[in-house]
């Protein structure tokens, strides 16, 4: 646990391990790559001052693999990296999918595809973060905004994931990760912090995958007594690999419904000005501060505009998207990509209004002024 009380003036990256320690993070494995690296380089100062282990891999597949077997171990795991070692963590990533190991990744976005603009804020990894790896699979991904929420929805990744014995990703981007601003630590006695759920019967009894009412089965640790068996193939509930279709599809659906049927408890947005809002702004991370300071002068120029912000990226808050749309007379996705996020609310909110964009990819941050000129077409 962080020996850090009250108030400090952090980088977004900091905030990510300090959440991650407050979380009960006690192994990180990873790559450094920009603009990720403070979070490898941090985790490597504080691990081992309480106990936890780092490992500086050879490379991001490593990385990816190395998390899972510490989970496996009974540790509470992370790595972090950017846009190319994403890609290669995707095979790992659909691993621990469906061997439903809990873990975190963190994402921070930067300029691509290929090595791109390494030091360049972007957002090109959103359709990533969901449909990386091959196959039908669950998907959890948080994007915060500011150093506070990084540290807070750090800890919120790792009791998503342990709850739901899941990955899941922290998709930052460059702006969020090398920001700096005031962080209040939360007492940790205050902390909520979620373990795995271990099974109450005798060795001899466990069945490794057999889930209980919450679709979820009990997760022991190697080590503990208790021996099962982990593969990548479909398997049966005793953990060995099956060919036998039903049991297959089953389990398939199992592991995705277990966050598809749970997304209310998943379910993180924020609202801005939106109760007599026209028009709306769908941005998410570095763009949503942005897009405050355009709503914000739209505002004393008496436009009626709002903020809707999606913080859980996926699963796609659907519902959520449905209820702006019923109000809005347009909606604008503003995001620095060509409009992964769009293709999603053009989907479903596109059935009852305009829905338009607003993008940039020259590995900057979208302006206010950007904004506003797309809103009121120069006319501000």
């Known amino acids: 646990m962080s020996n850090n009380h009250g108030y400090k003036l952090v980088q977004g990256n900091e905030a990510c391990v300090e959440g ?11 790559y450094p790559i920009t603009p990720s690296t403070e979070i490898a380089e941090i985790s490597a100062q504080k691990l081992p001052q309480i106990g936890g282990k780092f490992i500086q891999m050879e490379d991001e597949l490593a990385s990816m693999a190395a998390i899972i077997g510490g989970s496996l171990a009974g540790l509470k795991s992370m790595t972090a990296t950017s846009g190319p070692g994403f890609s290669l963590m995707q095979e790992n990533l659909g691993y621990a999918a469906i061997a439903e190991i809990p873990c975190v990744v963190v994402n921070v976005q930067r300029g691509g595809p290929s090595t791109g603009m390494p030091t360049s804020p972007a957002q090109g990894d959103v359709m990533q973060a969901r449909w990386g790896t091959h196959g039908d699979h669950p998907a959890i991904a948080l994007t915060p905004n500011s150093v506070q929420e990084t540290y807070e929805y750090t800890i919120k990744a790792f009791n998503i994931s342990e709850k739901y014995r899941t990955p899941v990703i922290m998709l930052m981007d460059e702006t969020v990760g090398h920001m700096r601003e005031k962080l209040k630590f939360t007492d940790p006695s205050e902390i909520e912090v979620i373990n795995r759920k271990k099974p109450t019967c005798k060795p001899e009894e466990y069945v490794a995958y057999r889930p209980e009412e919450d679709m979820i089965p009990p997760f022991v640790s190697f080590g503990e007594g208790y021996r099962y068996h982990v593969t990548g193939l479909t398997h049966e509930e005793t953990g060995f690999p099956t060919n036998n279709n039903l049991i297959s599809g089953k389990l398939i659906q199992r592991i995705v419904d277990k966050v598809e049927k749970n997304i209310d408890d998943i379910t993180y947005y924020e609202e801005y000005k939106l109760d007599d809002a026209e028009i709306v702004i769908v941005a998410y991370g570095g763009v949503s501060r942005a897009a405050k300071s355009a709503i914000d002068e739209m505002r004393e120029k008496g436009i009626k ?17 449905d209820q702006v749309a019923e ?32 993008n940039k990819i020259t590995g900057e941050l979208i302006t206010p002024k950007e904004i506003t000129d797309a809103v009121t077409g120069g006319n501000l």
Request: hydrophobic fraction near 50%; charge should be positive.
């Open 20 to 30: 991650a320690l407050a979380a009960g993070m006690r192994f990180y494995a990873g």
């Open 327 to 358: 109000k809005a007379k347009e909606i604008y996705v503003a995001e620095m990509n060509l409009g992964q996020y769009f293709i999603e609310v053009d989907r479903v909110a596109g059935k009852k209004c305009p829905v338009k964009k607003i």
């Open 305 to 321: 505009v709002g903020m809707f912000r999606p913080i859980t990226i996926w699963p796609f808050l659907e519902k959520q998207i």
